[in-house]
């Protein structure tokens, strides 16, 4: 590919972007939605005042009013391809929201695989890494409605800074903490500052980006990790991280409270500048509009400072979000916590915990059914087909792939004499090839208008992958090659999550968008959540056991458990030693039950994916609304266009038309808007 390549998709992207009078723009926009509203349906009605009282009416009306961070966007993005120097802010957003992106992936390659293992074990706690995990999922999971309902309801930029500063002081307590309790809250402040940092980097691609050219900017955002995978073993070596005294590993959190502010911040007065400049030209988008039609000019006018609390905690519902949280939250983490307690599953609090999370979800569920005000997702988004197998299919992917791959990293690190680069450039295969097979099916959808196929070769690449890594027994093969090539075929993984990711924002209108991602994340994080906890009960009721059973009988019971507890004690023993062959072999046996479960995960994955409607990707910014960027409806077909087809004739020709029209699983009825 040469340099010059690149530039063609912006290009195209900005071709010959109108100039807009956008006070006639907004007039036309309200006639326009004051004949698309969709309050026609049984038993609504609405008022000459525009008032509408059926619960879905409600939704709308409410969303309207809190959507500011959407007319913003759109503000912006009008700004970007109207505007003279447009072009070449769009290059200096883009290259600096790359350069954040790659803070971010040297975090995630470093943080999780390697300083979270190797602190756990300075602290003799790397049994709980799984617990750790569980934790910031969960936290990750909840954090990625709120901080989206805070980009709708405030301003993309806004939503950045709270990430930040939340970014910031997590790696400071982390990097400052002297027992194992403080580092684990730093993590929790990290993982709500990542989430946000991976969230808006989606939201602002797909803000600004086509149907055809979505998957591959989005995945352009991962690119980051081609460089950081790599150059993270030299940082690993140069800090002395595993080394006996454990180097300078605070020094080696610390440097992320200095490089991301460098990074981020210049991206948050970008867009605030941007935002400022829309309002100055007096941009108006589709929100507001909506609200100004409605004659509410300021919805916060006249408002108490609690009044706005409230309606704004009304707006990103907030009850719901609490909810979820706890009930999720205290119905996981037992599965972690309940080795470590005494008495184990018999302690009531472990038994309390997981019945007091049942409870609190099933009232979660009864409040965004029946009492909350504006749910987590409206009706419109829950009731949509691509939606469905979307968040099925991050579910399982995500579930399987958390279940394989805590304690991976630890596992190649006991079972191979591997330097510590060597180390950390194998652990990092995974994550270099999803990030260049998810470049290379966002090439493919944009050549082949298509992303169904490369879904279905992701998929079963995956489930052969994870195949590869069994031995005889019902064990976790030690065979390098074998566990270096099972990496690159679960990374081709990539194919279907992206492909199922993109189907959800097809079927969505723009006002949905922010929802049907943080939604798609937010159960993709329950699958994460949930694969965690599975492994750290495989771990913690399996490891210990299998240790004693391989170890030789001579080894005392303390020698055990401390190679237990740390994976640099049991590494620090040769291969041929009694006590690191048997180690292995526990080792073998506890990840071969995880990659067993992986296997079943991902041959249900395969079948999901031909559920999945092939739907056409265009210059559209979605198939509800069949609109470009600049607001010009460019029409198209939602899966395929048949009206030019000769009808079948032949029994050959009705059988391959019958088999395309099951390949591409088309919708049964219009994509509500």
Not at 385 to 410: N, T
Request: glycine residues 8%.
């Amino acid at each position: 590919m040469s340099r010059q390549e690149p530039h063609a998709p912006i290009a195209e992207i900005e071709a010959n972007a109108p100039s807009y009078d956008y006070n006639e723009a907004s007039k036309q926009h309200n006639h326009h939605h004051d004949h698309d509203t969709p309050s026609k349906s049984a038993g609504s009605h609405s008022d000459d005042d525009g008032s509408l009282h059926s619960r879905d009416a409600r939704e709308e009306i409410v969303a309207e009013e809190g959507a500011q961070g959407v007319a913003r966007a759109e503000a912006f993005t009008r700004l970007l391809r109207s505007h003279k120097r447009g072009k070449a802010l769009l290059w200096l957003l883009g290259i600096l929201i790359w350069c954040t992106m790659f803070v971010y992936a040297l975090d995630n390659g470093l943080t999780g695989n390697i300083f979270t293992p190797i602190i756990g074990s300075l602290y003799g706690r790397h049994a709980q890494i799984s617990a750790v995990t569980t934790a910031s999922s969960i936290i990750a999971a909840v954090s990625k409605p709120f901080l989206g309902k805070i980009s709708d309801y405030t301003s993309r930029p806004f939503t950045y800074s709270i990430t930040l500063c939340f970014y910031c002081v997590g790696f400071i307590v982390a990097a400052t903490s002297e027992t194992w309790a403080a580092y684990i809250i730093g993590l929790c402040f990290t993982s709500f500052a990542k989430a946000g940092i991976d969230l808006l980097g989606d939201i602002i691609i797909s803000d600004l980006t086509p149907l055809q050219w979505r998957q591959f900017f989005t995945s352009g955002l991962t690119s980051p990790y081609f460089i950081t995978a790599y150059i993270g073993g030299f940082i690993v070596d140069g800090l002395g991280i595993t080394d006996a005294d454990y180097g300078q590993w605070r020094w080696a959190l610390g440097m992320f409270c200095i490089l991301m502010p460098a990074f981020l911040g210049p991206v948050i007065v970008l867009l605030f500048a941007l935002q400022r400049q829309a309002a100055q030209l007096g941009m108006i988008s589709m929100g507001a509009s909506g609200i100004k039609r409605r004659g509410q000019e300021s919805t916060t006018r006249g408002q108490t400072t609690w009044q706005i609390i409230v309606a704004a905690s009304i707006s990103m519902d907030l009850v719901g979000l609490l909810l979820f949280a706890f009930g999720f939250g205290l119905l996981l983490l037992p599965f972690s916590l309940a080795k470590g307690a005494q008495g184990g599953w018999s302690n009531p609090s472990m038994i309390a915990m997981v019945v007091v999370g049942f409870v609190l979800l099933v009232i979660f569920a009864l409040w965004e059914q029946y009492g909350a005000p504006v749910p987590l997702a409206p009706r419109r988004v829950l009731r949509n087909r691509a939606f469905l197998v979307a968040v099925l299919i991050d579910f399982l992917a995500q579930f399987g792939s958390f279940v394989a791959s805590i304690y991976f990293s630890s596992y190649i690190y006991v079972t191979q004499d591997l330097t510590d680069y060597q180390w950390t450039a194998l652990t990092a295969t995974t994550t270099v090839g999803l990030c260049f097979f998810g470049i290379l099916n966002g090439l493919l959808q944009r050549r082949f208008h298509r992303f169904k196929a490369q879904m279905l070769f992701g998929s079963v690449a995956k489930l052969i992958g994870y195949g590869i890594c069994m031995t005889a027994g019902n064990r976790a093969t030690t065979n390098l090659a074998a566990l270096a090539i099972s990496r690159i075929l679960i990374a081709m993984s990539g194919m279907m999550v992206g492909g199922a990711r993109l189907a959800s924002q097809c079927a969505v209108a723009h006002r949905d968008l922010v929802t049907t991602i943080y939604t798609v994340s937010l159960i993709s994080s329950v699958g994460s959540s949930v694969g965690s906890s599975v492994c750290a009960s495989i771990w913690q009721n399996r490891m210990l056991t299998y240790m004693r059973e391989e170890i030789p009988a001579t080894v005392p019971d303390a020698t055990i458990r401390k190679v237990y507890a740390s994976i640099k004690t049991l590494r620090s023993y040769p291969l041929d030693d009694p006590i690191r062959i048997g180690g292995i072999a526990a080792y073998q046996r506890v990840q071969g039950i995880m990659f067993i479960v992986a296997i079943v995960v991902s041959a249900a994955g395969v079948i999901i994916t031909f559920f999945v409607p092939n739907y056409y990707l265009g210059t559209q910014h979605n198939h509800v609304s069949k609109r470009d960027l600049d607001g010009n409806d460019v029409g198209g077909p939602v899966v395929r266009d048949t009206s030019n087809e000769a009808p079948p004739t032949t029994s050959g020709q009705k059988a391959w038309r019958a088999i395309r029209d099951a390949w591409d699983f088309p919708p049964r009825k219009p994509l509500a808007a």
